[in-house]
């Protein structure tokens, strides 16, 4: 174990016990609130959707509380303090994103479902092929996204704890698995969801004190600000190998290196703005308020918050560069995850540490126990009630396999997220993007404004986005590949380790050379999907006219749809 | 499948190839398409000026802010007034012609 030395290091950031304090208080405090509003016996509709509970505005929030991960405050401040501009680009995409679900998804969505994405799907298809096939797509996507917040759960409470050893690391994935299905079974979507304001109004009004703390330091200039982040990094170690200070308010210094880079780029930003209106936590939200009209009002929340709190970022970031700077980041466990902690340590000593790292602790269960509820309700409903059961299963039932689900995700995640423990999390949560708007969103696109649209389209392209992004991952430098760096490892020692997936420099199987495969799978996802519609005549009026009447109108929303 | 349909088939057919239906497609559409594509392209306009014209948007206007930071905060102005924008018009104008619709296919149903 080496333990004895990380410690030696940990303590100088923040004092652990105090850390573990505002943690369990976090627990505690929101696992109340979650016994007390939602604790007992469920229909699957108040599992799954919370039955329309919530108003708009609350849903606003709670999207936002949904969105933004720990990739959104970790990752993006992290990307900003060591590489600058480029990482404003990922918040810029994430926000955009928001414009295609408010305009061509949401309140279609919220007319035409009423638990699951696969309701909308397969509303005017083949009820069989087209639940299994989007049930696995989603499940693909919500576990990518996973993994992301699983990994960033480990870096962060490694620093928190003072600990950076592989087997704590790992013991503390474990206990966010524990904790966040706990919520999970305890309040279904309802009490998810309440977590998810909580730490939504905690998250945003966290950033917004660090962010005017850091002004404040530079006199509530910005321009002021930069000149501090380029000073600290120009000071620093990494500026001897690369112009990191000089680049650091310009574009480029990630992306701009060759044409593959900025091809990849192109890549990652068609992946973030399509992505979104895909995601399957984010669609379910959607089914949380009673009508279409409440649904535009949740996403018009949501993106007056998600903007808002992205330009807090920003500051959150180069406040990390100018006040804590590159080094001290790269050095510590969790490296650019680190940004954001370490420049509250900074600012507030371990108090402030305390309480912005039991925020972004808070963040990370709340996202993790929405994918859950995502990916458990669409095995549930889709695969064990509608295919398996061929719709005759009782709500109970459904419930207690959607329970099992949750359990079984926790488990697949917490092991997928100690594997993935030392990717950055802005980048893997790129990917789930990058899979859902190549796998869910054209077909999403296609059921709701196309006519001609029918189920060998819808499986062509689910299938084909679906296999095309996760294959060309597979075998993109993400996985294997990556020329060796040498890496100090935690015991002390160098190595010369690949930033792939799999550290050995020797093994590369890699012939895709894009990091972010959604310059090539979304396309190939919008294809199929309009080929296979058009070798394929099925096509059912009345199903049809009845979907767009009630997609537009909002008729018979109220009522129960089952279909 | 346990439908309780409020309108039976015909009734929803009949609604769709309404010219009431029909112009409030049209409505929708006429919106929220050029909407999309607007924002669309203003968007990859800012990627691709990011990466093929680091010269401009690296330009320093004032101190340390670039054009590039401008270009990227733009973005964000952009994005809250086509939300404020589609709500404003949603509200006003597409609903209730959504609504009446709705409730006229109520009416056919009994």
């Given at each position: 174990m080496t333990?004895?030395?990380?410690l030696?290091?940990?303590t ?6 105090l850390?573990?304090g ?15 509003v939602?604790s007992?016996k ?12 919530f ?20 990752g ?9 501009l480029d990482g404003f ?10 414009l ?10 919220r007319?035409?479902g009423?638990f ?5 799907l ?18 693909c996507?919500s576990?990518f ?7 960033g ?18 013991i503390v994935?474990?206990?966010?698995g ?7 079974l305890?309040?279904?979507m309802?009490g998810?969801?309440?977590?998810q304001?909580i ?14 703390w850091?002004?404040?330091?530079y006199?509530f ?7 501090g982040?380029?000073?600290t ?10 112009k ?5 308010t ?6 701009g ?8 780029f ?6 973030l703005v ?5 995601l399957?936590?984010?669609?379910q939200?959607?089914?949380?308020v ?5 649904a535009r009002?949740s996403v018009e929340w ?7 709190f992205y ?9 990390a560069?100018?006040?804590?700077g590159?080094d001290r980041?790269?050095a ?8 954001a ?8 000593g ?10 972004a ?15 458990s309700?669409?095995?549930?409903h889709d695969?064990y009630?509608?295919?398996i059961?061929?719709g005759q299963?009782?709500?109970e039932q ?13 488990v ?9 423990k ?5 980048f893997?949560?790129?990917l789930?993007?990058?899979?859902a ?8 696109l ?8 029918n189920?060998?389209g819808?499986l ?5 986005g679906?296999i ?5 991952i ?10 060796g760096v ?7 020692t160098?190595a ?5 997936m ?36 099925e096509?059912d009026?009345a199903?049809y006219?009845e ?12 009522e129960?749809i089952?279909? | 499948?346990s439908t309780?349909?409020?309108?039976t088939?015909?009734?929803y ?9 029909q112009?409030?497609?049209r409505?929708f559409?006429?919106?929220?398409f050029p909407?999309?594509a607007f924002?669309l392209?203003?968007y990859f ?5 990011s ?6 948007m690296?330009k ?9 930071l401008i ?17 404003r ?10 609504e ?7 009416g056919?149903?009994k």
């Open positions: 333990s004895l030395s990380t030696a290091t940990a100088t950031v923040g004092n652990p016990k850390n573990i505002i943690f369990l208080a976090f627990v505690v405090f929101t696992l109340a609130i979650v016994i007390r939602a007992g469920k229909t699957a509709e108040q599992y799954y959707t919370s039955a329309g509970a108003s708009g505005r609350q849903n606003g929030i709670a999207i936002a509380g949904d969105y933004l991960s720990a990739a959104s405050f970790l993006i401040a992290g990307a900003i303090a060591l590489t600058g680009l990922y918040s810029i995409g994430f926000l955009v994103a928001w295609v679900a408010l305009l061509l998804v949401a309140e279609l969505m007319n035409t009423r699951t994405m696969a309701d909308v397969s509303y005017r298809l083949r009820q069989r092929p087209v639940r299994i096939a989007t049930a696995v797509s989603v499940m996507v576990l996204y996973l993994l992301a917040q699983m990994a759960a480990g870096g962060l409470v490694s620093l928190l704890l003072g600990v950076s050893g592989d087997t704590a690391q790992n994935i474990a206990i966010v524990t904790v966040m299905v706990t919520y999970v305890v309040g279904g309802k998810t969801t309440w977590v304001i730490k939504a109004i905690l998250l945003i009004a966290g950033a917004f004190v660090m962010t005017v850091v002004l404040g330091k006199g200039s910005l321009s002021g600000l930069f000149q982040a380029v000073d990094t120009s000071g620093s170690s990494v500026e001897k190998t690369s990191a200070a000089e680049k650091l310009t574009y480029g210094m990630k992306y290196k060759d044409t593959t880079t900025k091809i990849d192109i890549s990652l930003s068609l992946a399509l992505g979104t209106a895909g399957p936590h984010v669609l939200r959607f089914y949380t009673p009508t279409s009209k409440q009002k949501a993106i007056w918050l998600i903007g808002g330009l807090l970022t920003l500051v959150i970031g180069f406040g560069a100018a006040l804590v590159p980041i790269n510590a466990p969790g490296k650019a995850n680190a940004a902690p370490l420049l509250a340590y900074e600012l507030g371990s108090t402030l540490l305390g309480i912005i790292s039991g925020i602790f808070a963040t990370i269960l709340a996202v993790v126990a929405g994918l859950t509820i995502a990916a309700a669409t095995f549930a695969i009630k509608e295919v059961k061929n299963a009782t709500g459904e419930v207690k396999v959607a329970r099992i689900a949750s359990m079984v995700i926790a697949v995640a917490i092991l997928g997220g100690m594997l993935a030392s990717q950055n999390i802005a893997l949560v790129a789930a993007f990058a899979v708007a190549s796998a869910n969103l054209p077909t999403i296609y059921s709701l404004f196309w006519k001609g649209f189920t060998r819808a062509w392209s689910i299938y084909g679906l095309s992004s996760i294959g060309l597979i075998f993109s430098p993400v996985v294997s590949g990556k020329p040498p890496t100090k490892l935690a015991d002390g160098m010369n380790l690949s930033p792939s799999i550290t050995n420099p020797n093994i590369d199987f890699h012939w895709f050379p894009l990091d972010n495969p959604g310059l090539v799978s979304i396309p190939i996802g919008f294809l199929l999907g309009y080929v296979g519609s058009k070798l394929s005549k096509f009026a199903k006219a979907m767009e009447v009630r997609s537009l109108t909002g008729h018979g929303v109220a129960a089952n279909h | 499948m309780k349909p409020t309108a088939s015909e009734a057919v009949a609604v769709q190839q309404s010219p009431e239906f112009s409030l497609r409505k559409r006429g919106f929220v909407a999309t924002f392209a203003w306009l800012y990627v691709l000026l990466i093929f014209a680091p010269g401009f690296n320093h206007v004032a101190g340390n802010v670039s054009v590039g270009f990227g905060f733009l973005q964000f102005v952009t994005t809250f007034a086509i939300t404020f924008m589609y709500a018009w949603a509200n006003r104008e597409f609903d209730p012609a959504a009446a619709l709705g409730d006229h296919l109520d056919s149903a």
